[in-house]
């Protein structure tokens, strides 16, 4: 549904600065009905990027595609109706002042020449989908933060787009909120087929609900994919950013062994258990780790510490990796640090 | 005072003439000062349609305005003034020379308005697929109307002062009326009555404006 072909932003020099390079070559492919993710620092290029899907920045080089249309290869004008079928949300919402809730969610009907009476009845309609009905006629000025996010929402959806872009959309909102306005975000997605592409710098809103998530670092997408598929791996940038790995460190030097075991929906820690201590009659010992529900599934990175006898254990790690268990030794820490610590 | 009966006539007489002035002028000030402010905004560095040339031929007009005295203006424009209203004498043709000096001033208020309005707000539309033009008539200009309406305020109020200038060129009005009856004949207590007659014209027409802004004002 997006698909950007090794974009690049670069804006040009001013008086002090030299040029930027906003965006550096990313390539990226959103399917029809994913929730996206593009996660980084500040300055990392995310929100030049999203801007770039509908042509509010024009890239310096590569093509944006949205919907089977090549929107760099359109006129201006085009690139106009082109818009409508992307709906924007921002991190302030930036509605009207001048106008009601009712009245911002007409505006983009207005642009698009739907007559009154029909602008009213879907104003309704979306007030209503966004669980704002009783507010229709509340200016922004009366309604909390949550609230005018969700007025924004029910305006991006107002000409029926394809695609949703939220641009940092709960950044300036507070916990309570910012969970609502994201389910309010997952729940029109599977209502109305929506493409999501959602920008963040917090990995919490990336773990609440998108599918799929790159990592942008200086411009550059550094990780990505599926998260299903990226917490499944052992290690990658984006993965140890979605969940920290436990420290090797806790409590070295105890003997025995550390394991690190990547636990998912199929791969559960009673599995790893089962073997651990039922067939190899191994002392299992949490030494960190955390598991969490990530796109709807559950996810965790446990470190394990094992004693006892330790002669079957490698025979044991390659019994649960053919079952499909991402499990690794930990290189003794401790032992390696003590004994470079003597040569010197 | 015997003579008050044949100053009265004539004060209402001078009033009228201010204010057929200060309105016909502050009605073609608004018409075309907003505009002008409006491509002041736009065409602007980093606004919706940058023309840095035409930009700054505007600004070089518009301070050119601002910098004349306004009693130099209305010689100036004398030739302007007969072209098109036929004579340079009369409160009709104090008109254009009053216009023109209030337009630039207009227009500055205006840029000043337009500009305080978020960028996001202009991308959001932009975002929805608005042309430039639906961006300054949905957004830049209902966004910024509270302020609009103290600019004008602020311009009408100019405009009156400016019109007892307008004396000079046999325009009539207050300021007229002040000098021939007033200061000419030494008559501090006819001054003084014009004075004040000013003073609550300019008093309404501020609380008036304010009223109105705040009424608009939303936030």
Same mark, same amino acid.
């Given at each position: 549904?997006?698909?950007?072909?090794?974009?690049?932003?670069?804006?040009?020099? *001013?008086? %002090?600065?030299?040029?930027? @390079?906003?965006?550096?070559?990313?390539?990226?492919? /959103?399917? !029809?009905?994913?929730?996206?993710? =593009?996660?980084?620092?500040?300055?990392?290029?995310?929100?030049?990027?999203?801007?770039?899907?509908?042509?509010? +920045?024009?890239?310096?080089?590569?093509?944006?595609?949205?919907?089977?249309? =090549?929107?760099?290869?359109?006129?201006?004008? %085009?690139? #106009?109706?082109?818009? *409508?079928?992307?709906?924007?949300?921002?991190?302030?919402?930036?509605?009207?002042?001048?106008?009601?809730?009712?009245?911002?969610?007409?505006?983009?009907?207005?642009?698009?020449?739907?007559?009154?009476?029909? *602008?009213?009845?879907?104003?309704?309609?979306?007030?209503?989908? @966004?669980?704002?009905? +009783?507010?229709?006629?509340? $200016?922004?000025?009366?309604?909390?933060?949550?609230?005018?996010? %969700?007025?924004?929402?029910?305006?991006?959806? !107002? @000409? #029926?787009?394809?695609?949703?872009?939220?641009?940092?959309?709960?950044?300036? &909102?507070?916990?309570?909120?910012?969970?609502? =306005?994201? +389910?309010?975000?997952?729940?029109? $997605?599977? +209502? &109305?087929?929506?493409?999501? &592409?959602?920008?963040?710098?917090?990995?919490?809103? =990336?773990? !609440? @609900?998108?599918?799929?998530? /790159?990592?942008?670092?200086?411009g550059r997408v550094v990780d990505g994919g599926r998260l299903s598929e990226v917490l499944t791996r052992g290690h990658s940038p984006l993965a140890d950013a979605l969940l920290p790995a436990p420290v090797a460190d806790a409590g070295a030097g105890h003997g025995g062994a550390l394991l690190r075991v990547t636990v998912t929906d199929r791969t559960p820690e009673t599995v790893v258990l089962q073997t651990l201590v039922g067939e190899l009659g191994l002392a299992v010992e949490v030494a960190g780790g955390s598991v969490e529900t990530v796109a709807g599934g559950r996810y965790g990175r446990l470190l394990l510490r094992v004693t006892g006898d330790l002669d079957r254990l490698d025979a044991g790690l390659r019994g649960l990796r053919d079952g499909g268990v991402v499990v690794e030794r930990v290189p003794a820490h401790g032992g390696v640090a003590a004994g470079s610590g003597a040569t010197r | 005072m015997s003579d008050w009966g044949r100053v009265y006539p004539q004060l209402f007489e001078a009033t009228g003439e201010t204010l057929y002035m200060v309105g016909v002028a502050a009605l073609l000030t608004v018409l075309l000062g907003v505009p002008l402010g409006v491509l002041l905004t736009v065409t602007a560095p980093g606004g919706l349609a940058p023309r840095p040339l035409l930009n700054r031929a505007l600004g070089l007009v518009v301070n050119l305005g601002r910098a004349l005295p306004f009693i130099i203006l209305l010689v100036l424009v004398a030739p302007v003034t007969r072209g098109i209203v036929g004579t340079t004498i009369g409160s009709t043709a104090a008109i254009v020379p009053l216009t023109l000096g209030a337009i630039p001033f207009l227009a500055r208020l205006v840029e000043t308005s337009l500009r305080e309005i978020a960028p996001g707000k202009v991308e959001a539309a932009l975002s929805m697929g608005a042309r430039r033009r639906d961006v300054v008539r949905t957004v830049l200009l209902p966004e910024s109307r509270p302020s609009l309406v103290a600019g004008v305020t602020v311009t009408v109020v100019a405009l009156i002062s400016y019109s007892a200038m307008a004396g000079a060129v046999g325009g009539g009005g207050l300021g007229d009326f002040a000098i021939r009856f007033g200061y000419q004949q030494f008559r501090t207590d006819i001054t003084l009555l014009t004075v004040v007659l000013l003073l609550v014209i300019v008093q309404l027409l501020q609380w008036a404006g304010d009223r109105w802004a705040r009424r608009l004002a939303h936030v």
């Open positions: 549904m997006i698909e950007l072909t090794d974009v690049r932003k670069v804006f040009p020099a *001013r008086r %002090r600065a030299g040029e930027v @390079v906003a965006v550096d070559g990313v390539s990226l492919r /959103v399917q !029809a009905g994913e929730f996206a993710g =593009v996660v980084g620092p500040s300055g990392s290029g995310k929100s030049t990027l999203v801007r770039l899907v509908n042509l509010l +920045e024009r890239p310096t080089s590569g093509s944006v595609t949205v919907d089977g249309q =090549v929107l760099t290869d359109l006129p201006d004008d %085009r690139v #106009r109706e082109a818009r *409508r079928s992307i709906g924007m949300v921002f991190q302030h919402f930036e509605l009207l002042d001048s106008r009601t809730a009712a009245g911002n969610v007409e505006h983009p009907l207005e642009l698009a020449g739907v007559g009154r009476a029909e *602008r009213r009845r879907r104003a309704t309609e979306l007030l209503d989908l @966004v669980g704002l009905g +009783e507010r229709a006629e509340a $200016r922004p000025a009366q309604l909390s933060g949550g609230q005018k996010q %969700r007025v924004a929402i029910a305006r991006a959806l !107002a @000409v #029926r787009p394809k695609v949703l872009l939220c641009d940092e959309a709960t950044s300036a &909102l507070d916990q309570a909120s910012t969970a609502g =306005v994201l +389910e309010l975000l997952r729940r029109v $997605r599977s +209502e &109305l087929g929506l493409t999501v &592409l959602l920008i963040t710098h917090e990995m919490a809103v =990336v773990k !609440a @609900v998108c599918d799929s998530a /790159v990592l942008l670092e200086r | -």
